[in-house]
């Protein structure tokens, strides 16, 4: 017969969550660090290949630009280009020569600028002996500056070597440069064995060139040293980004282990304590089913096994107990299950508060960096860029505004919505309610009216919960009304209470979709093209239920829906006075 195991050994043990946990979440850190890691390689590739891209470009445009002054000796031409050029950041030093290698000008930026004070420093950056003299390549050489003189090295200083210091200690990450020389040559052809041939063609065609070979002459060399610091930059700032998705992926997919972790093992401990209890003769307990996989069909087999045990016992019970136990049997059933409904429900609750909680956080850090790279802080962007990230911020702007009222959803359900009573003056929440939708829809023409008094009675409720029920229902009125529609908002008053109503000349609401439109998530087919979540109108009938009102809904399809808010009038806003019918009502009509 084989021993229990030992205190000991049970303790040391690794459960299965754990085992889950561990080995799940090893494999999410080394596949998002290794997708990283290759992701900033090939990025470290491009930077180089794109400055080095650059500087190919500038030499060749600055060769051809100065073909002539380099040909007639002009040092200030040259030299005024030369300044031009170095107004570009990433741009060290350029030199230019004459077919003789005479220097024809040269200059430097930062630690550069002390080298070229005459000649011998300019002679320090010669042409590569590799290059043909009247070859049309350039030729790209990794150059160091070490301690203000020059060093031609085989290959530069790798971006990626570099990553750790750059991270640590930008300051003091070694610079690394590429000289890239272009020989200068004659635009026309040569022809070597006749000079007088060469003469004639500049003036006019000759047949007798045909069937010669022509060649160029080189008129002299420009070269041109660009810094790697502003790639360095730009990479500094690529692997902030890489590394900040890298640790948001790993926390996701941790998080998503240990949640799967959990679905898998709850199961099991499930079946555990029920059939720990199933062994001290409980045969009223049940494993919850968590899933369709092969745990919930044990967990299902398990329980038919113990209904089965159990209904055995029942049915022996029963020839003993009378009526009136039966009743009590099973109204305490329905007394569990009712309790475990309200479980549900406020987990339900619970998640849906939770994740948008921490859906605001990325969502917020998402919309700084948006706007850093709006403004400039990471670099200039293009026109067509800065489009793009339009676009983002404002689905970005929706998804937060969508968050929120998920948010506020879910704790007014829950009862943890703060509230805070007091007399409020309807007529002027009302209207600075209004003010807002005044300026953001100019566009569609709307016809806006307004009929509130301004001798309403106040209610007993909170201002800001307030503006928040009539901002949603007239965003809706100005969402769903056709440009050139007509929206209405009144306001009357009665010995009961205050009763808002906001009109609408949109599609209207179908008759069989009126007891839903309250819902959460639910949206009318009509209105299926206008963008939202389905939420607006859920907040509405939590908030006015929290105030003791109550809102209702008529609507036509094709002209239009009416929606009513009805308010309990305070004590406090009586005052001794009589019905507000007989007040004298002040009335503005506005036109947007």
Same mark, same amino acid.
């Given at each position: 017969m084989t021993s229990p195991p030992t205190a000991a050994f049970t303790t040391a043990r690794l459960t299965l969550w754990s085992k889950l946990v561990l080995f799940t979440t090893v494999i999410v850190v080394f596949t998002c660090s290794v997708q990283g890691w290759f =992701?900033?390689?090939?990025?470290?590739?491009?930077?180089?290949?794109?400055?080095?891209?650059?500087?190919?470009?500038?030499?060749?445009?600055?060769?051809?630009?100065? +073909?002539?002054? /380099?040909?007639?000796?002009?040092?200030?031409?040259?030299?005024?280009? /030369? %300044?031009?050029?170095?107004? /570009?950041?990433?741009?060290?030093?350029?030199?230019?020569?004459? !077919?003789?290698? $005479?220097?024809?000008?040269?200059?430097?930026?930062?630690?550069? $600028?002390?080298? =070229?004070? #005459?000649?011998?420093?300019?002679?320090?950056?010669?042409?590569?002996? /590799?290059?043909?003299?009247?070859?049309?390549?350039?030729?790209? $050489?990794?150059?160091?500056?070490?301690?203000?003189? &020059? +060093? =031609?090295?085989? !290959?530069? &200083?790798?971006?990626?070597?570099?990553?750790?210091?750059?991270?640590?200690? &930008?300051?003091?990450?070694?610079?690394?440069? =590429? #000289?890239?020389?272009?020989?200068?040559?004659?635009?026309?052809?040569?022809?070597?064995?006749?000079? @007088?041939?060469?003469? *004639?063609?500049?003036? %006019?065609?000759? +047949?007798?060139?045909?069937?010669?070979?022509?060649?160029? *002459? $080189?008129?002299? *060399?420009?070269?041109?040293?660009?810094? #790697?610091?502003?790639?360095? %930059?730009?990479?500094?700032?690529?692997?902030?980004?890489?590394?900040?998705? %890298?640790?948001?992926?790993? @926390?996701?997919?941790?998080?998503?282990?240990?949640?799967?972790? +959990?679905?898998? *093992?709850?199961?099991?401990?499930?079946?555990t304590a029920a059939a720990s209890r199933l062994e001290a003769r409980d045969y009223s307990v049940r494993a919850m089913p968590a899933s369709s996989d092969e745990i919930g069909d044990l967990t299902r087999t398990f329980n038919n096994m113990v209904a089965s045990i159990e209904q055995r016992e029942e049915d022996l019970r029963e020839l003993n107990q009378t009526l009136e136990a039966r009743v009590q049997g099973r109204t305490a059933e329905l007394e569990q299950a009712n309790c475990r409904l309200q479980e549900v429900n406020h987990l339900k609750t619970s998640l849906v508060s939770s994740a948008s909680h921490e859906l605001r956080t990325p969502i917020t850090a998402i919309a700084v960096h948006l706007s850093n790279m709006l403004d400039g802080i990471g670099g200039s962007i293009t026109p067509h860029q800065g489009e793009t990230l339009q676009i983002i911020q404002e689905n970005t702007e929706r998804l937060r505004r969508m968050v929120d009222d998920l948010l506020d959803l879910s704790r007014l359900q829950g009862r943890r919505a703060p509230f805070n009573p007091a007399p409020v003056q309807l007529d002027r929440i009302i209207h600075d309610t209004l003010f807002a939708f005044l300026q953001d829809r100019t566009q569609k023409q709307l016809s806006l009216h307004v009929d509130v008094s301004q001798s309403l009675d106040s209610v007993w409720g909170d201002g800001d919960r307030l503006r928040q029920v009539f901002a949603n229902l007239i965003h809706n009125a100005v969402k769903f009304s056709p440009p050139g529609g007509d929206i209405r908002v009144t306001a009357e008053g009665s010995d009961e209470g205050i009763t808002v109503c906001v009109a609408d000349s949109g599609c209207g609401i179908p008759s069989e979709e009126m007891d839903r439109i309250f819902l959460p998530f639910y949206r009318c087919a009509n209105g299926a093209r206008a963008r939202g979540a389905g939420l607006g109108l859920s907040i509405v009938k939590e908030l006015v239920d929290l105030h003791g009102g109550s809102v209702r809904v008529e609507s036509t399809v094709g002209r239009g829906s009416r929606f009513f808010v009805d308010l309990p009038i305070t004590a406090q806003g009586l005052n001794g006075t009589g019905p507000l019918t007989s007040r004298t009502a002040s009335h503005q009509s506005l036109s947007v």
């Open positions: =992701f900033i390689k090939e990025q470290a590739g491009i930077v180089t290949d794109g400055l080095i891209d650059n500087g190919v470009y500038l030499t060749r445009h600055l060769a051809a630009g100065n +073909r002539y002054s /380099i040909l007639v000796g002009d040092s200030a031409q040259i030299r005024e280009q /030369i %300044t031009g050029l170095l107004t /570009i950041p990433h741009v060290a030093y350029v030199v230019v020569r004459g !077919s003789d290698d $005479r220097l024809l000008g040269a200059a430097g930026n930062g630690d550069w $600028r002390g080298l =070229f004070v #005459d000649q011998s420093g300019a002679d320090l950056l010669s042409m590569p002996s /590799i290059l043909p003299p009247v070859s049309g390549d350039p030729a790209v $050489r990794p150059v160091l500056l070490d301690q203000g003189v &020059p +060093r =031609f090295v085989e !290959s530069p &200083p790798s971006l990626l070597s570099r990553i750790p210091r750059l991270l640590l200690y &930008p300051q003091g990450v070694e610079v690394g440069y =590429f #000289d890239i020389a272009l020989p200068v040559l004659s635009p026309f052809a040569v022809y070597d064995d006749d000079p @007088a041939l060469n003469l *004639t063609l500049r003036e %006019t065609p000759d +047949r007798s060139a045909e069937g010669r070979i022509p060649s160029k *002459t $080189r008129l002299g *060399t420009v070269q041109i040293g660009l810094s #790697d610091t502003h790639a360095l %930059t730009l990479l500094r700032a690529l692997v902030v980004q890489v590394l900040m998705l %890298t640790g948001l992926a790993i @926390a996701l997919g941790t998080i998503g282990v240990i949640y799967l972790a +959990r679905r898998i *093992t709850a199961p099991i401990k499930s079946l």
